[in-house]
């Protein structure tokens, strides 16, 4: 069975950079057809999706967060993370990550998700 963990620091100071590591096990990142998304639910509100690297390396983010948002992994821990600059309190939420095949973000069908982790942004 793939798990996924989030870990990361659980506050962020305005204008840093958030960032986020989601570690794999039960399968391999570079496993041919499957992506590994992030996305976030800020309180109160419905899940966005923020974009993927897939099985290749290749990236893809979404259309409100592309010049702030950037996805990179680590083949020999398989591991994938998220940075994510110049955050701002609106940028507070559970963050997860979560993995399956292509076409599966569009619709929030997820083969597996992470349990989530809270980011707060504040000062």
């Known amino acids: 069975q793939v798990q996924l963990q989030e870990s990361g620091p659980g506050l962020v100071k305005p204008s840093q950079t958030l960032s986020l590591t989601c570690t794999v096990s039960g399968g391999s990142i570079t496993t041919n057809y499957y992506y590994w998304s992030w996305i976030r639910q800020p309180p109160g509100k419905g899940l966005e999706w923020i974009g993927y690297i897939s099985y290749s390396g290749t990236t893809y983010y979404s259309p409100s967060l592309p010049s702030r948002t950037s996805i990179s992994r680590d083949t020999s821990k398989n591991q994938f993370t998220l940075q994510l600059t110049s955050v701002t309190p609106e940028d507070t939420a559970v963050y997860y990550c979560?993995?399956?095949?292509?076409?599966?973000?569009?619709?929030?069908?997820?083969?597996?998700w992470g349990q989530g982790t809270q980011v707060a942004v504040s000062s």
């Open positions: 979560a993995t399956g095949v292509d076409g599966s973000m569009w619709r929030y069908e997820f083969a597996s």
